[in-house]
Nanobody, 126 residues
């Protein structure tokens, strides 16, 4: 079974930056999509950004375009989220997710993903 381990969360001032990492176990890891979602208290889980694992194609929610960048290191089975120009409204628990190795649904839907990280807290102060 695939396990995803996240790291890099923390407390940062508005306008600052954080870099999250998500490392997957296994030697044959090859998802169709890898993605980041976030969930703030009292709110629904929200799509942030995703990448096609094979090609590196990236997709992002309008709320983070130009500020957040997803990237991956296939050899290390690791996906990253570089977050710049952080805003208080970015405060949430951030989850990385991996889909099956075939197209199972749209990249912005949580239902398309079978494997999830434990979540890491990102808090942005004003």
């Amino acid at each position: 079974q695939v396990q995803l381990v996240e790291s890099g969360g923390g407390l940062v001032q508005a306008g600052g930056s954080l870099r999250l990492s998500c490392a997957a176990s296994g030697r044959t890891f090859s998802p169709y999509f890898m993605a980041w979602f976030r969930q703030a208290p009292g709110k629904e889980r929200e799509f942030v950004t995703a990448t096609r694992w094979r090609f590196g194609t990236v997709y992002a929610a309008d709320s983070v375009k130009g500020r957040f960048t997803i990237s991956r290191d296939n050899a290390k089975n690791t996906v990253y989220l570089q977050m710049n120009s952080l805003k208080p409204e970015d405060t949430a628990v951030y989850y990385c997710a991996a889909s099956p190795p075939y197209y199972s649904g749209t990249y912005y839907s949580a239902k398309s993903f079978d494997y999830w990280g434990q979540g890491t807290q990102v808090t942005v102060s004003s």
